[in-house]
């Protein structure tokens, strides 16, 4: 196994120089419990400066380690109004571009084998739920994606036609990325988006038996690790879950006490007052990411306590905002911790993801602040990044960021799907 490892390094180490001359080198090589024999180009693993896209002008390494020149040299460039329409890829190329998927997996630079036996052993189930910008979403895949992981995609049936079309395109060319098989129409602070997920997870539940941990994304989310360091992150959790899972405010609790509808695409309160929730169960407060085990989806398909409260839930306001949180303390599920307030757990905490909410941001040094103040700019409170929060970024613990915007700055992309694999490549060589 050792001679294998080797030679497929020394192959690939030989590929990339060939790459590196502009030369196609199309390698085959066999590795025990990899069947069949693999037959890959390396030529286009790495994202290099001779890319033919935009963002390259844009120097990577200096604005992850936050200088200022850099920095403004990126933001100056992020609001040129030409810059900005040169590097927007309209949906119609997706639909085109997969045509040949073998061409489209090849351009675009996706990692089509297991890069490490401890990768492959461990695999990973993915819900994405999108609704726009599927440039977003293609750059997102491209960034997690691995051949023995599984991904579900839910596309909110009120998309656009060509966001369908073009996601549906690029899902086709993976045999392990596959379209929700109960699409619905989201509505936001309402049961769709919590449905969307629920229907995700019946899915990949029922697809395949060997995936160990459940990560929900949406389309604007990106990584802040690799899959491998994802890997050992939750290898090191032992079963266990995490996302946030605190004490309901006060100013929250409306929420959960009064019943609410659907009205014309908006949710809205009915005047009714609701019933406590089943067997008494304290409800939780978090938000709609999770990290969670295989056990943990399991009871939410099957666990009879959490079916009468996902029943319970459905009229209420935001219950992405509770539904996980609650259950993650619910005695008996897998992965759970007890409803006990010395157990509760912040966003900031759990590893699930790293959002910037307004109101919590702040100078160094003021005590109230949580994080530095959102480099890019906010939409409903929420920083969508900038290049200038890279830095600070990578700091931190958690697997995911939310939210990245490739119309408002494509630089903090970039950057980041460069870092991400040149940490993959150097793993390799």
């Known amino acids: 196994m050792g001679f294998l490892k080797r030679s497929w390094r020394s192959l690939l180490k030989l590929s990339l120089a060939l790459g590196s001359l502009g030369m196609l080198s199309l390698l085959s090589f066999q590795k025990e419990k990899w069947d069949p024999t693999y037959i890959i180009s390396y030529s286009w693993l790495a994202y290099t400066d001779s890319d033919s896209i935009p963002e390259t002008v844009c120097n990577c390494s200096a604005i992850l380690q936050g200088e200022r020149e850099a920095l403004e040299q990126a933001k100056l460039l992020s609001v040129t109004r030409d810059f900005r329409k040169s590097i927007h ?9 997969t045509m040949d998927c073998s061409e489209f997996r090849f351009k675009r630079k996706y990692l089509t084998i297991p890069l490490s036996q401890e990768e492959e052993d461990f695999p990973l189930a ?4 999108v609704h726009h910008k599927v440039q977003n979403f293609e750059r997102l895949l491209r960034a997690i994606y691995a051949p023995h992981n599984i991904y579900c995609v839910h596309v909110d049936k009120k998309s656009e036609p060509t966001v369908f079309s073009s996601i549906m395109a690029i899902t086709s060319c993976f045999p ?3 379209m ?6 989201v509505v936001y602070a309402a049961w769709p988006r919590v449905q969307a997920d629920l229907n995700c997870m019946a899915d990949l539940y029922n697809a395949s038996t060997k995936w160990k941990y459940f990560l929900n994304l949406c389309g604007q989310d990106f990584p802040l690790k690799t899959n491998l360091e994802i890997v050992r992150v939750l290898r090191s959790l032992k079963g266990m879950n995490s996302l946030e899972s605190e004490k309901m405010p006060d100013a929250k609790k409306w929420r959960v006490t009064n019943s609410h509808k659907i009205v014309d695409g908006r949710i809205q309160g009915t005047g ?3 019933d406590p929730p089943p067997f008494n169960l304290p409800i939780l407060s978090g938000n709609a990411y999770m990290v969670v085990s295989r056990g943990y989806i399991r009871s939410v398909l099957e666990d009879k306590r959490v079916l009468a409260l996902i029943d319970w839930a459905k009229d209420t306001y935001s219950p992405d905002e509770f539904l996980w949180a609650t259950i993650q303390r619910i005695p008996g599920v897998p992965g759970s911790s007890w409803p006990n307030t010395k157990f509760d757990m912040s ?5 699930a993801r790293l959002v910037k909410w307004e109101w919590h941001e702040g100078s160094e040094g003021i005590q109230d602040a949580v994080y530095p103040k959102c480099q890019g700019q906010h939409v409903r409170s929420i920083c969508v990044y900038g290049a200038g929060d890279l830095n600070w970024m990578l700091q931190q613990h958690h697997l995911f960021a939310n939210k990245f915007d490739t119309d408002t700055d494509p630089i903090a992309v970039y950057c980041l799907e460069k870092y991400l694999r040149q940490k993959v490549l150097a793993g390799l060589l």
């Open 272 to 274: 009714k007052a609701k």
């Open 126 to 129: 993915y819900s994405i739920v």
């Open 89 to 97: 890829i309209p949906d119609e190329y997706y639909i085109n571009a």
């Open 347 to 351: 966003d900031m905490n759990a590893i």
């Open 176 to 178: 392990n990325v596959f």
């Open 180 to 185: 929700a098989s109960h699409p619905v129409s």
